[in-house]
């Protein structure tokens, strides 16, 4: 720049299109994209990779983590629980996301209630909730998407805030003709004012655009900054970046031995965390 500071990465892009763009409208007979300028090519795309590392990439509408201090937050405001219809689903929905690391919208939209199983473990006697992803019709397997190497667990804790207490109530509130393990896992809310029994949930599928609004509304509701679906998922990776787990650990479905896998789950869990592990 004329300031002597760098551009962000992103605006080379943007510079060479006004470019190609000028050069087409002059009626220049080559362009951009020749062979001519693959040198010009490489030393863009390496100098994007260089202020990337130097963290000079902007993204003003990035995703940002939930913190330890958010997380109380949301509890104290109501917004995680079993107040209300939207807030007991969207807490299992907090739970899946940071200690299943469920990804996306699309996953789960998919979720179906037979893939989340409540086991009890035969060493301690202590119920948890295991993440089984079962194929089925439509999850065959065949679309190039592995299927995960590990199962990992959610362990109950004797607090107002256990996973498995919420799950428990989550079961109580769904309708009998959608108990079934191909049932859609997350249901439309009854609203609070139309509730007439133990029922909270129409028995179908919550949806897409509600679902992809559940922590931005939350958020919200308590008085916290923007927040997306994806904040969820940067806690648990930051998590177990300042817990030192390696990099090609941090997707605990790669995770092979089950030791692993329930140390790396305590590190992402705060409803099982003894206070001797840093969550955030």
Known sequence: KENGQEYEPGMFDGIRASIERHLKEKEYSHSLRDKEFNLSTRALSAKKVQLKKLGKEHKPNASKAVSKDEEHLLWEQGQLGDGTPRILIFSLWYYLTKCFGLRGRNEHRQLQLGDILMK???????????????????????????????????????????????????????????????????????????????????????????????????????????????????????????????????NIYLVTKVQVQLRLTMMISPIISKGNIQMY
């Open 120 to 250: 009890k473990d035969p060493v301690d006697n202590r119920q948890y909730l295991e993440f089984s992803e079962r194929l089925t019709k439509t999850r065959d397997g065949t679309k190039g998407k592995e299927n995960r190497k590990v199962k990992p667990r959610m362990y109950e804790n004797k607090s107002d805030r256990c996973p498995i207490r919420l799950f428990k109530a989550y079961l109580l509130r769904r309708p009998e003709n959608v108990m079934e393990p191909e049932s859609p896992f997350y249901l439309t809310c009854i609203p609070m004012e139309r509730v007439e029994s133990m029922i909270w949930y129409y028995a179908r599928p919550m949806g897409e655009n509600t679902l992809a609004n559940l922590m931005p509304m939350a958020a919200k509701e308590a008085g916290m900054d923007r927040k997306t679906n994806h904040s969820v998922r940067k806690t648990t990776i930051k998590t177990l970046r300042k817990a030192g787990v390696p990099r090609d650990k941090i």
